[in-house]
């Protein structure tokens, strides 16, 4: 059965209250996909805490743990819109497979290299940058898939249902990956993350092949790829959605990056405290998402960004100078309001854009963790200078302030939910045709 047809015979099932929560799980497809992304996304969370904790461990440097986080990200910079314009061309199950596959050889390396004591700072270098250009192919393709396999009234809550399977393996993941650090070793760590990338891949074959819709095949790559920035220039409101989105990964986000001196160095605390920070950061996210999935029907979704990125930027203050009990519950409201910024940020970009260059724009997505580093390398050096707490609180201030100029800046945030409205309804009465066809 197809993807669109699972979505038709679903369409009408009544949910309210709490069943309302996971009404996407009743497609077929978007669960196997729903399963395959928890796989992947416990073990990307397991790698993180795990390679972070092993580089500190390795050079002592925050000045390290910020080159490992570039040699992801620059990749991800570079090949993410190269990776978006594929999405656009080609089966996107087969391109996320691939680059599933991708990942879970590079890290199979890793763990091999590991295991065999012949590890070095700069293998890490080395298959970081590779698993950065596999993420930028794996991830537009993955944001531009669902889509495909819900209908567009549970869009968000698809949506929200994905990054609270994120942040499920950010509250589990981190906390096991530090856990067996003990009795396995952070090689028997990696071995286990390396069999969840597997999982995922395997799951990616059941779902059903996506090909592009509706393309002109004498459109050359190149075209395409000046047609995917072509059409985030002429929409403003999708271009300020964009902007907002790529502040916090800049000024906020690097605090995870430092996650490890926190634990190292200001509380003392090993990997254990440094799994029961990252766990609380995903139950906070995971409640955050949780939230956003009964959010479709808000009237203000604009203004709930903003108040959410603001008050991340507060919150992620007080945990920069707290104890470290108090710097647990912090991070869970950095998490939660984080989250529920960029899931409505997120869904709005989702909703707004045509099928066409949708995997073009969602690999712009991709392009602000790659500009992650402009705020981690220079947290890095600074953080050696003033202190890492200092550093992490001149950056949530830097959030606060930057959010407020850009919905100065956008006007077209007013105006918002009344223009998601207007292109859902488009979209919902194109879907409706294109289902009387079909049938007919």
């Known amino acids: 059965m197809s ?3 699972s979505a038709q015979d679903v369409r009408e099932i009544p949910a309210s209250g709490w069943r309302a929560t996971f009404v996407s799980l009743s497609v077929p497809e978007y669960a196997l996909y729903f399963w395959g992304m928890l796989a992947f996304f416990s073990g990307m969370n397991m790698m ?13 440097s925050s000045n390290a743990l910020a080159a490992i986080m570039l040699s992801v990200s620059l990749p991800m910079l570079v090949f993410a819109p190269i990776g978006g314009v594929i999405t656009d061309r080609v089966d996107r199950r ?6 599933q596959l991708a990942v879970a050889f590079v890290n199979l390396i890793n763990t091999v290299l590991i295991l065999t004591g012949a590890v070095a700072f700069w293998n890490l270098l080395i298959m970081s940058v590779a698993s950065g250009i596999a993420f930028s192919f794996n991830m537009p393709a993955r944001q531009a898939a669902m889509p495909n396999l819900v209908p567009r009234h549970m869009l968000m809550n698809a949506i929200s249902l994905g990054s609270s399977a994120m942040n499920a393996t950010r509250i589990v993941a981190p906390a096991v990956g530090g856990l067996l650090i003990a009795p396995i070793g952070i090689g028997g760590g990696f071995a286990v993350l390396t069999a969840l990338y597997f999982l995922s891949a395997a799951l990616t074959l059941g779902l059903p092949k996506m090909p592009p819709k509706d393309r002109d095949t004498q459109v050359t790559f190149f075209s395409d790829f000046k047609g995917g920035f072509s059409y985030i220039r002429g929409d403003r409101l999708v271009l300020g959605l964009l902007l907002l ?4 990964m800049i000024f906020a986000m690097p605090y995870q990056t430092m996650l490890p001196v926190f634990a190292k160095d200001v509380w003392d605390v090993g990997p254990t405290g440094l799994g029961a920070l990252q766990a609380m950061g995903g139950v906070g996210g995971l409640v955050g998402t949780l939230i956003t999935a009964n959010m479709d029907s808000s009237p203000r979704k604009g203004w709930i960004m903003l108040a959410a990125a603001c008050m991340s930027g507060v919150f992620l203050i007080a945990f920069s100078y707290s104890i470290f009990g108090i710097a647990l519950a912090m991070i869970a409201c950095v998490g939660l309001l984080t989250m529920v910024f960029m899931t409505v940020n997120n869904t709005m970009i989702t909703t707004l854009i045509p099928d066409s260059v949708r995997g073009r724009v969602s690999s712009v997505l991709m392009m602000t963790f790659g500009l992650m580093p402009l705020g981690v390398v220079p947290a890095g050096i600074l953080a050696e ?23 100065a800046i956008f006007p077209q945030f007013r105006t918002l939910d009344t223009a998601v409205r207007e292109q859902r309804a488009e979209r919902e009465k194109a879907w409706d045709a294109e289902a009387a066809v079909a049938g007919g």
């Not at 993180?48 to 002592?60: A, E, P, Q």
């Not at 087969?94 to 680059?99: D, I, K, N, Q, T």
């Not at 989105?245 to 916090?248: D, N, Q, S, V």
């Not at 200078?385 to 919905?407: P, Q, R, S």
Request: charge should be negative.
């Open 94 to 99: 087969s391109l996320m497979l691939a680059a």
């Open 245 to 248: 989105g790529t502040i916090p």
């Open 48 to 60: 993180i805490v795990l390679r972070g904790y092993l580089v500190y461990d390795l050079t002592g």
């Open 385 to 407: 200078i003033i202190g890492v707490e200092a550093v992490t609180a001149i950056g949530a201030g830097l959030l606060i302030l930057t959010v407020l100029i850009t919905y």
């Open 3 to 5: 993807a669109d047809s």
